[in-house]
Structure formats: structure tokens, C-alpha cells
Nanobody, 121 residues
Framework: QVQLVESGGGLVQPGGSLRLSCAAS????????MNWYRQAPGKERELVAT????????NYADSVKGRFTISRDNAKNTVYLQMNSLKPEDTAMYYC??????????????WGQGTQVTVSS
């Protein structure tokens, strides 16, 4: 069955770094765009970063641009999120998402269980 398993979250001081990983299985990873979302308590889930199937194209939310880097290794079926210069407002549950569309527009959407990132002194 499809699985997305995130890891790498934790408690870090402001200005610190973390690297999140998301290991995928049960589907053809290289044919799915991959996304990182986050959700803070009391807030809506927001898209943080996206990466195309080949890794050639990436996009970021304005709030993380220049600090976060998304990457993928299709040989390892894994997507990463390198987070630098972390701020308290980056505190949230971070979710890995795999998304693809069929030729007829049907959306295939898979989610991980999330990993908590807490930025605090």
C-alpha cells in the first residue's frame, strides 16, 4: 500500500537548521510531484515547497524562500526539506504530499502522517 513516512522533525533553537525526509513506497515515486505542507495550531494547512517529478522545478512559499530547500532522490524514493535560519513562526506539523494527475484530470493525492517541528529557545 501507499506509504509516506516523514522523519527529521524536532526541537531547534531560532536560527538553527533541520532536514526533513519523506520516504515513499507503494507507488511510482518518480511520476509524482512532491510537496511539503505545514499546519500550525489554529491555522490552515499551507503549502511550503513543491518539486517537479525530475527535480528540475521548485517553488516556495514567500515565507520560506531563501531559507528552505526542497530536493528529491528518485533512486531512493525520498524527498527532503532542508530548513535553515529557522524562526519561531516555522513551528508546525510538517506533512509530505505526493500528487499526480491522470490524462483525464483525476487527482491522485497521498499524505504522510506528519513530523513536528518546534522552533523555540
Amino acid at each position: 500500500q501507499v506509504q509516506l513516512v516523514e522523519s527529521g522533525g524536532g526541537l531547534v533553537q531560532p536560527g538553527g537548521s533541520l532536514r526533513l525526509s519523506c520516504a515513499a513506497s507503494g507507488f511510482t515515486f518518480s511520476t509524482y510531484a512532491m510537496n511539503w505542507y505545514r499546519q500550525a495550531p489554529g491555522k490552515e494547512r499551507e503549502l511550503v515547497a513543491t518539486i517537479s517529478t525530475t527535480g528540475d522545478n521548485t517553488n516556495y512559499a514567500d515565507s520560506v524562500k531563501g531559507r528552505f530547500t526542497i530536493s528529491r532522490d528518485n533512486a531512493k524514493n525520498t524527498v527532503y526539506l532542508q530548513m535553515n535560519s529557522l524562526k519561531p513562526e516555522d513551528t508546525a506539523m510538517y506533512y509530505c504530499n505526493a500528487r499526480s494527475y491522470s490524462l483525464w484530470g483525476k487527482k491522485y493525492d497521498y499524505w504522510g502522517q506528519g513530523t513536528q517541528v518546534t522552533v523555540s529557545s
